[in-house]
C-alpha cells in the first residue's frame, strides 16, 4: 500500500483547495441521496449535478449534438466533435461511459462534458458519450444492454468523421465496469463496419464479498467508501444478488470462462489512493491468465477519480498514457 508514514496509511492526496472542496461536498450530497429503502433522491443528486446543454458552436476547440437511440428508454448519446476533424479529417472513436456508481450522472453533467471534451480535443478523437439508464429503477443488466444498442446503433448510422475501424471503448468507475461488459457482450453481435481497437477501463468499479487490503486501509479515502460502494451494489445487482455477481465480481466465483471470448488489448488505470485498486489489480491478473492483452497505467498519488480534475498533475500522465495507446508508434 503507498503513501505510508510511521505506519499510518495515506489516504488523500494533496489537493487545490477547490477540488478538496468539491469533492468533500460531492461525497457529503451523494451519501445523503442515497436512502435507506435503496432509493435515490434525485432532487438532492441535482444540486451537485449541474447540467449542460449541446453546443454547435465550438466551445474549447469541440461542438457537441445529441443523438437520440431509443426515445423509449432515454438513450442517447453526446457527439464531441474536435476542430481536428473540420477539414473532413476521420478520427477514432471513443465510446465513452460516464461513471456515477451506476445510479447517477450524465454525458450533460458539467462534470463529464467538460472531461469529454477534453479528451476530444485532445487525443483527438470523436466522443460518443452514452446516456444509460440508471439504477436502481433500471437494474443490471439495462445499462450493458444500452451500450451494445448504441454499438449497433452507430454501426448502422456512423456518425461523421468517426472512423469505425478505430473504436476504443472507453468507461471510468462504474463506466469502466460497464465498458468491459459491453466489449464482452459485443462479440455476441455481427457489427458489420465497427470494429473495437481496445477498451479502456478508468479505474474500474469492480468488488465482490471479500474486504480487499486496499477497501480496509483506505476507508475514508475520498469520494469511494465501503457504505458508499455496497449501496450502489445492491442498487445495481439483480434483486437478490450478493456481490459476487459476475457483473461485480469478473473473475470471482460465479464467473464464467472468457478464454475463447474475441477481446480487445485493453489499458486498465488504477490509482494508489483509491480503496478500489486491489479490484483493478485483480481484474488485470484475471484478463491476462485468459490470455488477454493487458498494458496497466497505476499512479501511486492517484485518488480515485483524478482524471475529473485537470489541476491534478496525474491528468497530464493520463493524457499521455490514452494518446500512446489510441495512436500507437
Known amino acids: ?9 495515506r489516504k488523500w492526496p494533496d489537493l487545490p ?9 460531492f461525497g457529503f450530497l451523494t451519501d445523503a441521496s442515497f436512502r435507506r429503502n435503496g432509493k435515490v433522491n434525485r432532487c438532492l443528486i441535482n444540486l451537485i449535478d449541474c447540467k449542460v446543454p449541446p453546443s454547435d458552436r465550438p466551445v474549447n476547440g469541440v461542438t457537441t449534438s445529441d443523438t437520440t437511440v431509443d426515445p423509449s428508454r432515454n438513450l442517447w448519446y453526446r457527439y464531441f466533435v474536435p476542430s481536428a476533424a473540420e477539414a473532413g479529417r476521420m478520427l477514432p472513436v471513443v465510446v465513452y461511459f460516464h461513471g456515477g456508481g451506476f445510479v447517477m450522472l ?21 466522443i460518443v458519450s452514452v446516456n444509460y439508464r440508471l439504477a436502481p429503477e433500471h437494474r443490471c443488466p439495462a445499462s450493458y444492454e444500452d451500450g451494445v444498442d448504441v454499438l449497433r446503433f452507430i454501426d448502422e448510422k456512423p456518425p461523421a468523421n ?5 473504436c476504443f471503448i472507453v468507461g471510468d468507475s462504474a463506466g469502466g465496469n460497464i465498458a468491459h461488459h459491453v466489449t464482452a457482450r459485443a462479440g455476441e453481435h455481427n457489427l458489420r463496419n465497427l470494429q473495437i481497437a481496445g477498451v479502456i477501463p478508468i479505474q474500474p468499479y469492480f468488488g465482490g464479498e471479500e474486504r480487499t487490503e486496499s477497501e480496509i486501509q ?14 450502489c ?16 465480481n469478473v473473475f470471482g466465483p460465479n464467473s464464467s470462462d472468457i478464454s475463447g471470448l474475441r477481446f480487445p488489448k485493453s489499458l486498465v488505470f488504477m490509482g494508489g489512493l483509491d480503496p478500489l485498486r486491489d479490484w483493478q489489480k485483480r481484474y488485470c491478473g484475471g484478463l491476462k491468465s485468459n490470455g488477454k492483452e493487458v498494458r496497466e497505467a ?3 498519488n492517484a485518488m480515485h477519480s483524478f482524471y475529473a480534475f485537470p489541476e491534478l498533475p496525474e491528468s497530464t ?10 495512436y500507437p508508434q
Open 1 to 9: 500500500m503507498s503513501g505510508t508514514a510511521g505506519g499510518k496509511v
Open 17 to 25: 483547495w477547490k477540488v478538496r472542496l468539491f469533492v468533500t461536498a
Open 317 to 326: 500522465l493520463f493524457l499521455r498514457e490514452l494518446q500512446d495507446f489510441i
Open 233 to 248: 451494489w445492491k442498487a445495481f445487482l439483480p434483486e437478490g444478488s450478493d456481490r459476487d455477481h459476475p457483473a461485480a
Open 162 to 166: 468517426a472512423d469505425l475501424t478505430r
Open 106 to 126: 450524465s454525458p450533460s453533467s458539467q462534470l463529464f462534458d467538460d472531461l469529454c471534451r477534453l479528451l476530444a480535443r485532445e487525443l483527438p478523437a470523436v
Open 218 to 231: 483506505l476507508e475514508g479515502a475520498p469520494l469511494v467508501s465501503m457504505k458508499r460502494t455496497d449501496w
Open 298 to 300: 497505476d499512479y501511486p
